[in-house]
């Protein structure tokens, strides 16, 4: 790990470089320090270098007074790595720099060198720094998560022993919070429609949400059979839908029925009439596109990787777990949150009970 280390006493540096080879030795970790005497050449230090860890003292005999905390405040408001306050004169720290488990100050005189070395290696083996400390196009959210949403809970999971992989979505989840705002009004963002698939799937299974393809027919299916079922190897038979194709009924009818009325204009003695089909032809359209057309109907976007369809919750086959993978071919995945909603759509189908039609009229009402 790449940690480094502001401290300008040579006799404290001797005794620092000495503890580092030890615990390098030990195999307790492997720790590179990159040393810097002024605090100046440790600000240029950490934009041109990545690191996974700062140890600093806050008095420096070169250092201007408070030069200290701007170094901390340059690393908490615009870096992701753990900052360590190992120093005499903990009271110059500045109190509006809140304290985390990622920024922690020892007081020299009470705890070894060797311990705040260790705090360090022991951070970075749970893979936060390499999951965050990377400059990127969400650096300004992965900021945020780290610093604002993290730091505070990072030490309850650290002792629960939460692996790299549990961190790495328990960041994703934040991140994913993030990724749904639009910056600039704050609301919603929109979807594009090639966010809908993961095409080449990740997934080497078959999965809930799997887009599969039949090797003799070419003909498209949706996996539909609970995710906990495939997970816990419950599942002796895949339930799937077949997924028709945005030229078949009803998006074929629909358009049919909208061109036959744009053509024949609206300059005739039933422009009402056009005018009045015309507008439900469109309504019945966007319906569908935005899935409030038909329970019986999940429409899925046309991308550039996928041609799109409607999933046909009527059109059901149940086929052998066993025989699935010489018959099948996947060939994307849904995107998790669109999955739900697509599990959500077709329990409803089939979970409606309904009721009689009574046989009423105005006179029945009070």
Known sequence: ????????????????????????????????????????????????????????????STAEEGTGNEIIRKIVDFKRLP??????????????????????KFDRTTIGFDEVVKKLIDIYNTGITKILGRSGVIEKYLNEIFWKHIADSFEELKRKGISEKQLLRYIAGHLYEYLELDEATGTFDKYAPEEVYIKPPIKPIFFTGSIIKDRNSNELFIVLTPSCDIVQNKAKKILIAKLSSLSENPVRQIKEDSEKIIAAGLNKSDRSEQERKKFYAEKDLKSLFSNNYSHRYYFLPKSKNFEGGLINFHMLESVENSDIADRFEIVATINTQFLKDIIAKFAFYYSRQGAPDLNCSAQDLP
């Open 83 to 104: 900052v360590f306050v190992y120093s005499s004169y903990l009271g110059d720290i500045d109190s509006s720099i809140q304290e985390s488990f990622f920024f922690q």
């Open 1 to 60: 790990m790449e940690i480094l280390i502001v401290e300008d006493k040579e006799i404290n540096l001797a005794q620092y470089r000495q503890i580092i080879s030890e615990i390098n030795a030990s195999g307790y970790g492997q720790v590179n320090p990159t040393i810097k005497n002024e605090l100046r050449d440790a600000l240029d230090e950490i934009e041109k270098k990545h690191f996974d860890g700062a140890i600093i003292d806050l008095r420096l």
